[in-house]
């Protein structure tokens, strides 16, 4: 009888055993498909192509530049090294207005882009443009690509105090308004972390050089990837 029950014993202890390595290596499994699924649902964040029209004056047109040294062509760049499926339309021009975007804008959305950045308006204020037409042209601009379906990026602008401290505060804040009003990712100063360099600008003080359009993309690119996996 004891060598019996000694014997039930050892049993059921190796029984115990065995499902507790059969728990143990369900366990590891769950935990390694749940870390496969993460991954994968990370790549699906970005698996859909995104196309990207950019809409901008000489600041995104590579004005004094080499062809290819511009933030734009940059951000192509961006997207092939952050393994995201995407393209970039640069339909900017230097000296183009607010006027100007608005005009060539229904054509361009045309294209069905996935996301439209509108860099515009610092022309505008450098002529001494009335802030309401420009403010008018940037509302018509991004409620033309929010019809067309298309995520809107406004991108900031300051200007010098040419025209007095008013209009240069006004000037930098319809940004804001217009981004929150309709809803929009802003970034509030293309030239975040450049102007304050003169180094960083090429002989005519207006437009960066080269060596600054990596600081210019990354200020675009805080506004852009929250976009880019929607």
């Known amino acids: 009888m004891?060598?019996?029950?000694?014997?039930?014993?050892?049993g059921f202890q190796n029984l115990?055993?065995?499902?507790?390595?059969?728990?143990?290596?369900?366990?590891?499994?769950?935990?390694?498909?749940l870390g496969l699924l993460g991954l994968v649902w990370t790549n699906n964040a970005y698996s859909a192509s995104k196309s990207i029209l950019v809409l901008g004056d000489s600041?995104?047109?590579?004005?004094?530049?080499?062809?290819?040294?511009?933030?734009?062509?940059l951000l192509q760049q961006r997207l092939k090294a952050e393994n995201i499926d995407g393209s970039v339309v640069n339909a900017s021009?230097?000296?183009?207005?607010?006027s100007g975007g608005k005009t060539r804008l229904p054509a361009l959305l045309q294209r069905?882009?996935?996301?439209?950045?509108?860099?515009?308006?610092?022309?505008?204020?450098?002529?001494?443009?009335?802030?309401?037409?420009?403010?008018?042209?940037?509302?018509?601009m991004i409620s033309a690509a929010q019809q067309a379906k298309a995520k809107v990026l406004l991108v900031?602008?300051?200007?010098?105090?040419?025209?007095?401290?008013?209009?240069?505060?006004?000037?930098?804040?319809?940004?804001?308004?217009?981004?929150?009003?309709?809803?929009?990712?802003?970034?509030?100063?293309l030239l975040d972390g450049v102007a304050d360099k003169p180094e960083l600008f090429q002989a005519d003080r207006i437009h960066p050089v080269a060596q600054a359009h990596p600081i210019m993309l990354n200020n675009v690119w805080t506004g852009l990837k929250p976009l880019l996996a929607k």
Do not use: C
């Open 2 to 10: 004891q060598i019996i029950d000694s014997g039930l014993g050892n």
């Open 16 to 33: 115990t055993e065995g499902w507790r390595r059969k728990i143990a290596d369900h366990l590891r499994l769950a935990i390694l498909l």
């Open 59 to 73: 600041l995104s047109a590579e004005y004094g530049l080499a062809r290819g040294s511009g933030w734009v062509a």
């Open 93 to 98: 021009i230097s000296g183009e207005t607010s």
């Open 112 to 140: 069905r882009p996935d996301i439209v950045i509108i860099e515009l308006g610092g022309n505008d204020a450098l002529r001494g443009l009335q802030l309401s037409a420009t403010e008018s042209n940037l509302r018509a």
């Open 156 to 189: 900031g602008m300051r200007i010098p105090p040419n025209y007095g401290r008013d209009y240069t505060e006004k000037f930098f804040s319809l940004y804001a308004t217009l981004a929150k009003q309709n809803k929009v990712a802003l970034i509030p100063f």
